[in-house]
């Protein structure tokens, strides 16, 4: 009896600080270009064409995703209407049903204790809290790849091959990439093959076949080889073997995420780490999942020429479990050095992040100055009392104030600074200046980056064009407008901007009108 009134005693702590952590100002925001608004009009598509199999954008047939994070968003969009909050519901169910997973699986395999903490670290994490309110495919893969890798470490095979089924279904091949290569190396460096006999293979293959194949099956049927070079061809291969921005070329890329991603647990993470590798106890195996989960993750994405800060979500589970082990067991062994030693590296990384707000602040505009220094007001308050009770030896104090201080922080970033930067981020001040403006029948070209915005908030997709294309438009003497960057827009030579009439500029945005002769 005792210990179900301390699992729900656990699991109430979790679903408040998830819950403040998550949906706070969810739908206050708008969605910020370009993904966002991909995920969400893709959803409104599948709703608008009554389609639930073949994902559409711009009226056309889509093959960038599996339709796992459509089908939710399109079902939020039937419960709470089409807008913001209905297409980061699922990336927000999903990241508060991830930290009671994390808890639940903790709990069994070290102690009450570490799995309450790794679940309160995981959701106080800055990329995870991040990547929980937004309308992207990140969190629900990251949510079924630790189903089913947590599932193998439980013995429990069904689970196991079921997640690892709707994680294919969420984003392809990497969620079985993930789920059969990590399993194997963990089974290879263990020395424990003969585990394979006990994993229900052949039934097991046959539930993941029974869920993941139908939708691929059913896609070449209507799509043919259109479907399988454009998905498997370009979106996997291609672009993990190509670069499709700049950042892929940079090997380093992901350390820098990792360190402000995991903020402020950062500052255990090396500490976790070494004892975790030296760690010969009962717990071995486990960590040394653990460890093999969240490097593989890291170094596959490292190796990929494609690189977005999103794409190492899957490894915080695992890092957030080796964390609360950590911090549980050096709390166990009253090692007060380990909090000083982090309240350190806690100090580095605030000086850092924080210098990393002033810049952001002073490049994008004057008005978050103010919210910048109060952050910096935040973070000294934080170190102050890390401080404050590391010295005092009070460990529960100790990390009672991260998550504290995240709540605090992550409450005034949301509800105060992204406010003032999110019409330089959204299409959708923009397109409430453009619909005044519009004669409702020309013709409309707007920029790749803005057109999934601009289409969600407009329902009009406009005509996609490269910026060396754009002077040829212009030549045409018929009225059209034209949703561009600033920067594109100030390359024009004086004969051009003769021709054009700007209507409004909107941070980095240009609106302007070509008006027939």
Request: hydrophobic share 50%; aromatic share 16%.
């Amino acid at each position: 009896m005792m210990k179900d009134k301390q699992l729900w005693r656990s699991i109430a702590l979790i679903l408040c600080v998830a819950g403040l952590m998550t949906f706070v100002h969810l739908g206050n925001l708008p969605l910020f270009d370009p993904d966002e608004p991909v995920y969400a009009e893709t959803a409104r598509e599948m709703l608008q064409f009554n389609d639930f199999v073949s994902p559409r954008i711009y009226g056309e047939f889509w093959y960038d995703k599996p339709p796992m994070y459509y089908w939710l968003v399109a079902g939020a969009f039937k419960i709470f209407g089409v807008g913001e909050f209905g297409a980061r519901f699922p990336s927000a169910v999903l990241a508060v049903a991830g930290a009671v997973l994390v808890y639940l699986s903790g709990r069994k395999l070290f102690t009450e204790r570490a799995g309450l903490l790794a679940a309160l670290v995981l959701v106080t994490s800055m990329e995870y809290f991040y990547l929980s309110k937004a309308s992207v495919t990140d969190m629900t893969l990251t949510f079924f790849l630790t189903g089913s890798l947590l599932a193998f470490l439980h013995k429990k095979s069904y689970l196991f091959y079921g997640c690892a089924a709707l994680a294919v279904v969420t984003k392809g091949p990497i969620g079985l990439l993930f789920c059969g290569g990590i399993v194997a190396l963990h089974l290879l460096f263990t020395g424990n093959l003969g585990r394979l006999k006990n994993m229900k293979l052949f039934t097991g293959g046959a539930l993941f076949f029974a869920l993941a194949a139908p939708w691929y099956l059913i896609m070449y049927h209507y799509h043919g080889m259109a479907f399988v070079d454009t998905f498997l061809g370009f979106h996997n291969v291609t672009r993990f073997l190509q670069p499709e921005h700049q950042t892929g070329t940079l090997w380093y890329f992901y350390i820098p995420v990792l360190i402000i991603g995991l903020f402020p647990w950062t500052a255990f993470l090396g500490q976790a780490f070494f004892r975790g590798l030296k760690e010969k106890g009962q717990h071995r195996n486990h960590l040394v999942f653990l460890m093999i989960w969240a490097a593989s993750v890291f170094l596959f994405f490292s190796l990929s020429q494609t690189k977005l800060v999103s794409y190492i979500l899957p490894m915080y589970p695992p890092l957030a479990l080796l964390i609360g082990w950590y911090f549980d067991k050096v709390w166990m062994e009253n090692r007060f050095s380990v909090l000083k030693g982090a309240g350190i590296i806690l100090v580095l990384l605030v000086v850092t992040l924080e210098a990393g707000l002033f810049y952001a602040g002073k490049s994008l505009t004057a008005q978050l100055i103010l919210p910048v220094q109060v952050t910096a007001g935040i973070f000294f308050v934080l170190v102050a009392a890390v401080g404050l009770f590391s010295y005092q030896k009070r460990f529960g104090a100790v990390f009672t104030t991260y998550v504290t201080g995240m709540l605090v922080f992550s409450g005034f970033l949301t509800t105060q600074m992204l406010p003032v930067v999110a019409p330089a981020l959204s299409m959708k001040d923009t397109v409430k200046v453009f619909e005044k403006n519009y004669d409702g029948q020309s013709s409309v070209y707007v920029a790749k980056f803005y057109r999934p915005g601009f289409m969600f908030y407009s329902g009009m997709p406009g005509t996609e064009f490269k910026p060396d294309e754009m002077q040829i438009a212009m030549l045409n003497n018929t009225s059209k407008y034209f949703v561009i960057q600033k920067k594109n827009y100030e390359k024009f030579p004086p004969s051009l901007l003769e021709k054009v009439r700007l209507l409004t500029m909107i941070e980095d945005t240009a609106i302007f009108v070509r008006q027939a002769d």
